[in-house]
Structures are given as structure tokens and as C-alpha cells.
T-cell receptor
Framework: GAVVSQHPSRVICKSGTSVKIECRSLDFQATTMFWYRQFPKQSLMLMATSNEGSKATYEQGVEKDKFLINHASLTLSTLTVTSAHPEDSSFYIC????????????FGSGTRLTVV | QQPVQSPQAVILREGEDAVINCSSSKALYSVHWYRQKHGEAPVFLMILLKGGEQKGHEKISASFNEKKQQSSLYLTASQLSYSGTYFCGTEGGAGNDMRFGAGTRLTVKP
């Protein structure tokens, strides 16, 4: 089945630094990937839609200058959290539409970001 | 725009049944169901398309009532491995971004 690889799985960084999270589709091409954020015991909140070769589409309330998304190829999307603050600490997870289509969305394993 | 899920939490004994509901105020193209274990990524269970359908997956099945924009997930003869948080995800169109409900925390006890 379709596999989405996400790295790193855990990262701790200092306030003010930037962190890059990678999301790769391993055995299929993903022209579109989605980035979600999840707080403990809460739902997955869509942050942005990443489109290969074009600008990402951000959800209302998500700062595009803080959460930089780049979809450089059909298999790679990256999320960079810039000038991280403790309130950015969360579980970030990417997903892509699987192939074949009826297998729904495949999620990466998630990244636990802790900003200290 | 997020679908509404109910109940928020369910506690079952092994072998008992449960129903989780998902509803939307907008027209839906599809409804997805996922299960997430603590600290892990959601795992796809099944997808239902508009037109109304019902699907089965071992002892887990689901239905989609297009007219009411509602879907239900049925868990029968629950097993300990069914524990986790169940999310419904809805799409307004093919390939559109998916929105998730708040989740239903299911706990199956021996």
C-alpha cells in the first residue's frame, strides 16, 4: 500500500530557532499533500494544502510566514516552523491521497515538536 | 466546516457493540473513517461515497446517508484492539482537503 514517510518523528528546539519537517510519498506521486496540527486529545486541524510547483494554500488563521511550506517535487513536501515559540509545540502530521484512490488518505507518522 | 461527531467517548466491554455518528451541515462528496492510537498516525478504515452506501470491514462497517449528510460507524463484537480515537473525515469534492471531526475516544475493557 501507499506509504508516506515523515521525519523527524520528534524534535526539541529552542525558542527562536527554525525546524524543518519532511514528508515523502515513497511509492506514489502526490501532487497534493496536506499538513495538519494536533493538540493533545484533540482533532486534526488542517493547516495548509501543499501543491507541487505552486504556492501552498493556508487555512484561515494560519500564519504563512511562520509555517513555510514547500512542495518541490511530486514526492516531497516540507513544513518549516520559523522562529518557533513554546506555543508552537504540537504534533504535526502530513497526509496525501493514496493510490489507488479508494484507499483514502495515507498519513505520515507525525512529528512531535517541543519548543523550549 | 468540520463535521460533528458523537459521542465524544465510549467505554465498552469486549464483545459489546458501538455506533459512532458523523454529520455535516454541507453537501458531502465522501466520508472517511480513521482510527488513531495514542502517539501514532491515523489509520484508514474505509471510505464511503455520495450516493449512499454501506461498507463492511470484518466487524467494522459504516453507512452514509447522503440526504441527511450523515455517516455512522458500526463496531460489533468489539475487541481490545479496537481501542483508540475514531475520526470521521469529510470531503466536499473529489480530491478536496479533508476536514476531521473532533473524534470519539473508544475504550474496550476486558
Amino acid at each position: 500500500g501507499a506509504v508516506v514517510s515523515q521525519h523527524p518523528s520528534r524534535v526539541i528546539c529552542k525558542s527562536g530557532t527554525s525546524v524543518k519537517i519532511e514528508c515523502r510519498s515513497l511509492d506514489f506521486q502526490a501532487t497534493t499533500m496536506f499538513w495538519y496540527r494536533q493538540f493533545p486529545k484533540q482533532s486534526l486541524m488542517l493547516m495548509a494544502t501543499s501543491n507541487e510547483g505552486s504556492k501552498a494554500t493556508y487555512e484561515q488563521g494560519v500564519e504563512k510566514d511562520k509555517f513555510l511550506i514547500n512542495h518541490a517535487s511530486l514526492t516531497l513536501s516540507t513544513l518549516t516552523v520559523t522562529s518557533a515559540h513554546p506555543e508552537d509545540s504540537s504534533f504535526y502530521i502530513c497526509s496525501a491521497r493514496s493510490a489507488p484512490w479508494e484507499y483514502g488518505y495515507t498519513f505520515g507518522s507525525g512529528t512531535r515538536l517541543t519548543v523550549v | 466546516q468540520q463535521p460533528v461527531q458523537s459521542p465524544q467517548a465510549v467505554i465498552l466491554r469486549e464483545g459489546e457493540d458501538a455506533v459512532i455518528n458523523c454529520s455535516s451541515s454541507k453537501a458531502l462528496y465522501s466520508v472517511h473513517w480513521y482510527r488513531q492510537k495514542h502517539g501514532e498516525a491515523p489509520v484508514f478504515l474505509m471510505i464511503l461515497l455520495k450516493g449512499g452506501e454501506q461498507k463492511g470491514h470484518e466487524k467494522i462497517s459504516a453507512s452514509f446517508n447522503e440526504k441527511k449528510q450523515q455517516s455512522s460507524l458500526y463496531l460489533t463484537a468489539s475487541q481490545l484492539s479496537y481501542s483508540g480515537t475514531y475520526f470521521c473525515g469529510t470531503e466536499g469534492g473529489a480530491g478536496n482537503d479533508m476536514r476531521f471531526g473532533a473524534g470519539t475516544r473508544l475504550t474496550v475493557k476486558p
